[in-house]
């Protein structure tokens, strides 16, 4: 049976996390799994638009990135994603704290996938939600692409062999 490698999942956040745009935003990737992520984004001054509350590119921004790490640790080894289609309904305006988006895979593909995404303020209050569909890729955005973006050379695998478990036992591979 094979598992997510937590050392890739592990070097995979570093990795797009020294990625410039996400640097600029303020976005940090902070989980990925089987079917979700978790992206964080602290409010600042340059995320405001003239008006002062959050400008919506940041709400796609974020949805965005949420929705292709959810996806991301159910493919192959191997393949990228790239965003063909991005809708994002604004629900409330914020200018300051913290954001949570939680990405949330829906359907994988053999070349679409489908996944959505919350930006939650810290009151618990639904800021943004959005559905990214995505298109599976070979060679193109993939986490070989990163890594030597980033000048990266090595990367763990993305699965482990794990051994099974006994009759009516579950592995869940995320917590």
Known sequence: MLSLNPKHVEAVINIINQGPYFKHLSMPV????????????NIGNEHLNPFGGLHGGVYASIIDTAA???????????????TIDLKVDYLASV??????????????????C????????????WLAHGISKMMVTKGIQT???????????????????????KAGGRRYLRS
């Open 95 to 112: 200018n300051s704290g913290k954001i949570i988006v939680k990405g949330r895979s829906i359907k994988i593909g053999k070349t679409i």
């Open 68 to 82: 292709y790490w959810a996806v991301y640790c159910e493919l192959d080894e191997g393949v990228g994603l790239t």
């Open 143 to 165: 986490i070989k692409n990163a890594i030597e973006f980033a000048g990266g050379t090595h990367l763990p695998p993305k699965f482990i062999d794990t051994p099974k478990m």
């Open 114 to 125: 489908l996944a959505e995404a919350v930006a939650i303020a810290q009151n618990d209050k």
């Open 30 to 41: 902070k989980e990925i799994g089987i079917g979700y992520s978790v992206v964080e984004l």
